[in-house]
């Protein structure tokens, strides 16, 4: 093994703990980056591969009667290569709780042969009998009813009649019913004119013969298709050209993957600052060995590839431990949108490319957080890093703002100790405020969009069903929204622990004489640990006090966005609960303590003579 990667292991295992932290960090960042950009490529692939099994129409047009002659002259045509008839009824279910849903009744011509737009059948009756109707899996919750038992609906044209749900089917060409609040039925044509229906079917699915991808030229088909119709005596009330393959909730779901893609890359970048603060106090601590490098011969660039080395072990150790824990995750995070999203997962494989840029972004992050380290360390002459006296020497005092600090007396010693050393070094401090305060800003905004939404709902219930349904069912689709804040919440927060923990076991280092002088003098072990967790906590507090601050400022954004809305026409309530804020305090403290506890303990530990003789 060569010196300089002997020197790059010795060190990083002379401090396991902070190293251990501090690729944990990169490590959390990783697994999240990996678990999104796995979750967003099964996703896409296995959303559109359900969608297509389905073969979906290439364009829908409306008419007034689709009777079979009219059908077969469709097919006939050299630019279509298969065409089907169906109707669609809508109106109200009354639920068992007595609630009142809007339904859509897909009146289907032969449920032995989907030729376009099929859904598969998921147990009870098939295909179903005349008075009975198939109910969409993802509509059961919203229907309120179960298998074998009877509904009572009002279609939009007044008649009120009981179907039986006689089976269940998955339709994943349609967006989910949970959502849209919306119970999705599928019927027979005699059904259908059991409830009042006077034509079964006036819709026309099409196929395109050729092309489909190509949006304009499926839309020009549909064109010529829709005026042949006209010109044949067909009166047509509209057309619809959906984009090709495209699943209804495809583009929700691919920004909001993209969204949580972004905040995993940013929580690499944030376990990066604090790979680069390590290597900071490292290079700090070893000025003394560089120069000694120096003077015997050592380039500049043979010492910055020894530090060099030690980032990449850093950035290799992180992936991999992080590369197994986000393919677990992903998998796990796929299957839970796939639940979300109403299709199914039938494979987690990952492509090649996800797992190549997890290794690159794993390896290329510590080393440019070691560039300004290395660049700052190595400047220094042979003379000056063998003849300096201290290793880092504190600058607590030169400032006016330190001596302001020193002037606040109202508290106990080891409350002022512990603040006053917050500002020592303001680059670690503001780095662990910065993730904390991060984390804090999402996870109150998304306390305040969840009470702010379910107020609006309370206020606009009085001004009828229909305001109160709409609302409800903006805040089914905010569900993602909810959880994606919570998520970034969650992963910030646990990478600016490993932060915190990390700047924590540094600071006692710098400070290891400085300690020992305390004990030297009276200070109690306990003393010295309650400094501390004292400092931990002072960074949480101050975290918390920035993130309600930025919270709020958003949640007044998001009051003035989302209000302006058509919906809520004005009446959209803004709401700052107590929970955001009092919630993410005690989430902070008890990170705080949690990350200061083995500092703190070491810190207690050591021997006074150990401690004084510290350089």
Request: hydrophobic fraction near 50%.
């Amino acid at each position: 093994m060569r010196t300089a990667l002997r020197k790059s292991v010795r060190d990083i295992s002379r401090g396991r703990a902070r190293t251990l932290m501090v690729v944990l960090a990169i490590a959390i960042g990783l697994a999240s980056f990996q678990a999104v950009l796995s979750t967003h490529a099964i996703l896409r692939r296995e959303i559109t591969t359900g969608y297509l099994a389905t073969n979906p129409p290439s364009a829908v047009i409306g008419t007034g009667v689709v009777d079979e002659e009219l059908l077969t002259a469709i097919r006939a045509r050299a630019d279509i290569a298969d065409a089907d008839a169906r109707g669609v009824l809508t109106g109200q279910i009354r639920t068992r709780s007595g609630a009142s849903r809007p339904f859509r009744f897909f009146v289907i011509r032969d449920f032995t042969r989907l030729r376009i737009a099929s859904v598969t059948p998921e147990g009870g009756e098939w295909p179903p009998k005349t008075g009975a109707v198939l109910i969409e899996r993802d509509a059961f919750q919203v229907a309120g009813a179960g298998l074998g038992e009877t509904i009572s609906i009002t279609t939009a044209a007044g008649h009120q009649r009981t179907l039986r749900v006689s089976g269940g089917v998955h339709d994943p060409g349609q967006a989910q019913a949970r959502m849209e609040h919306l119970v999705y039925g599928y019927i027979t044509a005699g059904t259908a004119t059991m409830l009042g229906a006077s034509s079964p079917f006036d819709r026309l699915y099409l196929l395109a013969s050729s092309n489909r991808s190509d949006h304009a030229h499926v839309a020009q088909v549909a064109a010529d298709v829709k005026a042949w119709v006209e010109t044949n005596g067909h009166a047509v009330r509209w057309m619809d050209v959906p984009r090709p393959g495209t699943h209804p909730h495809a583009d929700i779901m691919e920004v909001l993957l993209l969204s949580i893609s972004a905040f995993g890359l940013l929580a690499v970048a944030l376990a990066g600052v604090i790979a680069m603060n390590l290597l900071l106090s490292m290079m700090a601590a070893e000025r003394r060995q560089i120069g000694v490098m120096k003077a015997i011969g050592g380039s500049r660039g043979q010492i910055a590839r020894v530090y060099l080395a030690e980032a990449a072990l850093l950035g290799i150790t992180a992936t991999a431990i992080g590369v197994p824990a986000g393919i677990a995750a992903g998998r796990v995070l796929s299957r839970y949108f796939g639940v979300l999203l109403n299709f199914d997962i039938t494979s987690v494989a990952v492509p090649p490319w996800v797992y190549l840029l997890v290794v690159v972004v794993g390896i290329l992050v510590p080393l440019a957080a070691a560039v300004y380290p290395i660049a700052k360390g190595t400047t220094v002459s042979a003379r000056e890093a063998i003849t300096t006296l201290d290793a880092d020497p504190a600058t607590f005092g030169g400032r006016r703002f330190d001596r302001m600090l020193c002037a606040i007396s109202v508290a106990g010693r080891p409350w002022l100790f512990g603040v006053r050393n917050l500002a020592r070094r303001r680059g670690r401090t503001i780095t662990t405020l910065t993730v904390f305060a991060l984390a804090g800003t999402f996870f109150i905004l998304a306390m305040n969009a969840r009470a702010s939404m379910m107020a609006t709902a309370e206020r606009l219930a009085a001004k009828g069903t229909d305001y109160a349904f709409a609302v409800s069912v903006l805040d089914s689709h905010m569900l993602m929204i909810y959880a994606f804040l919570l998520i970034v919440a969650a992963l910030i927060a646990c990478v600016g622990g490993l932060g915190l923990a990390t700047a924590t076991s540094l600071n006692v280092l710098d400070r290891r004489r400085e300690l020992g002088v305390l004990r030297a003098i009276g200070a109690s072990p306990a003393a010295i640990a309650r400094v501390v967790v004292i400092e931990s906590i002072g960074i949480a507090t101050l975290s918390w006090a920035l993130a309600v601050l930025a919270a709020s400022a958003m949640t007044a954004l998001m009051g003035y966005a989302v209000g302006t809305m058509p919906v809520f026409r004005g009446q959209f309530a803004v709401r700052w609960p107590l929970s955001g804020p009092a919630g993410w305090l005690t989430i902070a403290i008890v990170l705080a303590v949690l990350a200061s506890l083995v500092p703190a303990l070491m810190a207690s530990r050591r021997s006074i003579p150990e401690a004084l003789a510290y350089e």
